[in-house]
């Protein structure tokens, strides 16, 4: 049982490049997550998916899509990468179910480190 | 939106001694759920405790356990006979129990270090 697992684990871009990321649980979890990591700001929500077959904008969207593969994956991709985007990047599953008093816990991945040059 | 506010950007604390994380939060609903999240050299993020808000009773889990003071909007971590395995950047988070998917956010972590 792997968990959540991410790749690629690093990743160097040039500016205008474009990339993406994947990601797999094997929880059978309903929601996944991708967030950036930035110094000082804690974690920010890019997109989720809160069950297989839609997508969300989280806080910061600009800059990137993401796909819902199937209920096991989701891709974030930069289409056209910016030095902005240089960051830890992490994806996070939950059950997603909603019921009363689910605490809904989120599970990480060990993330790629981008570097946007 | 809510905010979660962690002061303290960095502690330290002595191996086998007890050191207390401060979190914050600003909201305006009755019913909600807290963690705190251990991130270490490895960049893993790992649930170290969680709390529903309509529980009085702190959440423990063996060394680790929390002071939730609702009306306070306060909710501390509190990690006793502190090892060297504990050092890591440790995140405040918070969701709303309205399910809708971007319904967590983090505060800006505090970074422990642990003296042996």
């Known amino acids: 049982n792997a968990g959540v697992t991410q790749t690629p684990k690093f990743q160097v871009l040039k500016t205008g490049q474009s990339m993406t990321l994947q990601c797999a649980q094997d929880?059978?979890?309903?929601?996944m997550y991708w967030y950036r990591q930035d110094p000082g700001m804690g974690l920010r929500l890019i997109y989720y998916?809160?069950?297989?077959?839609?997508?969300d904008k989280g806080e910061v969207p600009n800059g990137y899509n993401v796909s819902r593969l199937n209920k096991r994956e989701f891709s974030l991709r930069l289409e056209s990468a910016a030095p902005s985007q240089t960051s830890v990047y992490f994806c996070a599953s939950s059950e997603g179910v909603v019921r009363t008093r689910s605490t809904d816990t989120q599970y990480f991945g060990p993330g790629t480190r981008l570097t946007v040059l | 939106a809510q905010t979660v506010t962690q002061s303290q950007p960095e502690m330290s604390v002595q191996e086998a001694e007890t050191v207390t994380l401060s979190c914050t939060y600003d909201t305006s609903e009755s019913d909600y759920y807290l963690f705190w999240y251990k991130q270490p050299p490895s960049r893993q993020m790992i649930l170290v405790i969680r709390q529903e808000a309509y529980k009085q009773q702190n959440a423990t889990e063996n060394r680790f356990s929390v002071n939730f003071q609702k009306a306070a909007k306060s909710f501390s971590l509190k990690i006793s006979d502190s090892q060297l395995g504990d050092a890591a950047m440790y995140f405040c988070?918070?969701?709303?129990?309205?399910?809708?998917?971007?319904?967590?956010?983090f505060g800006t972590g505090t970074s422990l270090t642990v003296i042996p």
């Open positions: 998916s809160a069950s297989e077959g839609t997508t």
């Open positions: 988070a918070y969701r709303s129990s309205e399910y809708t998917g971007n319904q967590f956010y």
């Open positions: 929880m059978n979890h309903n929601s």
